[in-house]
């Protein structure tokens, strides 16, 4: 079975700053994607960002961007610019890449806090 | 992405009786939704996938006959949380699987059971 560990519960960072987030998992396939989710106080689940494992560039979105160092089984988020509404609850996620197995694994967390 | 709903967004309910709970796919044909759980503070576990037209896959430890899913359109699923207890007050949060691979989530539901 995979496993997502986040070994980070809580962080912070000056607005403006550039703040990381590590996320480790453990697997024994080849092939599959991962995920971090973004969960505001609201508590709605948010995409922030996907990779897929055969690509080896890593993703970009806006001022999000990962880190995949998929030999050493490593998937961290880089916030660049970080603004007051970045402050969430940040889960990283593992899905395999097999059809007819969509399930995601969820690591425990990690509590961004944005300091003015 | 997928717009995902979900109705109620909170609910109390008495020890002992049932609750239902809805969730939507607004603008997306969903062959398979996920349900997961969430206690404060902690991260989501899943609790079963759920496929139109047929019945659910329930993750291990996870009561079938308490947390009735019915899947019957591409659009809704349904959580019925059968003879509630105290101990499963909790958030319950339902997603949708897309084209692209990732899960859209709901905004999920509060169930607080006095």
């Known amino acids: 079975a995979q496993t997502v560990t986040q070994s980070q519960p809580e962080m912070s960072v000056q607005e403006a700053e550039t703040v990381t987030l590590s996320c480790t998992y453990d697997?024994?396939?080849?092939?599959?994607?991962l995920f971090w989710y973004k969960q505001p106080p609201s508590r709605q689940m948010i995409l922030v960002i996907r990779?897929?494992?055969?690509?080896?560039q890593n993703a970009t979105e806006n001022r999000f961007s990962v880190n995949f160092q998929k030999a050493a089984k490593s998937f961290s988020l880089k916030i660049s610019d970080s603004q007051l509404g970045d402050a969430a609850m940040y889960f990283c996620?593992?899905?395999?890449?097999?059809?007819?197995?969509?399930?995601?694994?969820f690591g425990t967390g990690t509590r961004l806090t944005i300091i003015p | 992405g997928a717009v995902v709903s979900q109705h109620p967004s909170w609910v109390i309910c008495k020890s002992g009786t049932s609750v239902k709970i809805e969730c939507r796919s607004l603008d997306f044909q969903a062959t398979t939704m996920f349900w997961y759980r969430q206690f404060p503070k902690q991260s989501l576990m899943l609790m079963a996938t759920s496929n139109e037209g047929s019945k659910a896959t329930y993750e291990q430890g996870v009561e079938k006959d308490k947390f009735l899913i019915n899947h019957a359109s591409l659009t809704l699923s349904t959580l019925t949380v059968t003879s509630a207890h105290p101990e499963d007050s909790s958030f319950y949060i339902c997603s949708v699987g897309s084209e692209y691979y990732e899960q859209y989530f709901g905004p999920g539901t509060r169930l607080t059971v006095t």
């Open positions: 697997t024994s396939e080849s092939d599959y994607y």
């Open positions: 996620a593992y899905r395999s890449a097999d059809f007819g197995n969509e399930k995601l694994t």
């Open positions: 990779q897929e494992a055969y690509k080896q």
